[in-house]
Structure formats: C-alpha cells, structure tokens
C-alpha cells in the first residue's frame, strides 16, 4: 500500500501562487510515476502534471509555463509550483502515485483562486 497526504492548499487571488506538496509513505520503492490531478465542480478529474521515476515531466496544456511538478527523494516528496494562477484553476488537487498497475490517490487539497 502507498499512503499520499497532500498539503498546501488555500485560498489566492488570481495571479497569485501557490506550492502543493504530497508526501508519500508505505510501500513506495518502485512507484512507476507520480502526479496531480485537479476536479472542479461539475468536472471530470484532470491530469494537472505528472512526473516519472526517471524524472520525465509531462503538463496539460492548459498549466504548461505556469505550474512545475518536481520531487524530493530524499523527502519521498512531490511538489506542484503553481504560478499566476487564474480562477479557472480552482479545484480539489489529488496526488497520485502508479505502482505495480495500481493507482493510489490522497484525499485531496482545495485551491481556490479568487479574481
């Protein structure tokens, strides 16, 4: 099993920023990638950023140039760097881990960005 617990989020006004961070625990050597995901209301849940274990990063067009996903090894740590965010960006932000055919998700973190 592959714990997540998401940090970070808030309330920000647009153009604002904001870092999110997921800390992973349990079994977690050999997790293939690991990413965020965002749902707001009356929406499907979207890849917002993901990151494998050999470091390759991946973005929806929509975030690419503002947000940053990166990790921290030593801290069994991925973080999400959110700049000028804008209102549409508001939503619950899940972190995910994919090990052995598996997805693990965290219960989430609200961004609310105001305009």
């Known amino acids: 099993q592959v714990q997540l617990v998401e940090s970070g989020g808030g309330l920000v006004q647009a153009g604002g920023s904001l870092r999110l961070s997921c800390a992973a625990s349990?079994?977690?050597?050999?997790?293939?990638?690991m990413g965020w995901y965002r749902q707001a209301p009356g929406k499907q849940r979207e890849l917002v950023a993901g990151?494998?274990?050999?470091?390759?990063?991946n973005y929806a067009d929509s975030v690419k140039g503002r947000f940053r996903i990166f990790r921290d090894n030593a801290k069994n740590t991925v973080y999400l760097q959110m700049n000028s965010l804008k209102p549409e960006d508001t939503a619950v932000y899940y972190c995910?881990?994919?090990?052995?055919?598996?997805?693990?998700w965290g219960k989430g973190t609200l961004v609310t960005v105001s305009s």
């Open positions: 990151i494998t274990s050999g470091a390759s990063t």
């Open positions: 995910n881990a994919y090990r052995a055919g598996m997805h693990y």
């Open positions: 349990g079994i977690i050597f050999s997790i293939n990638a």
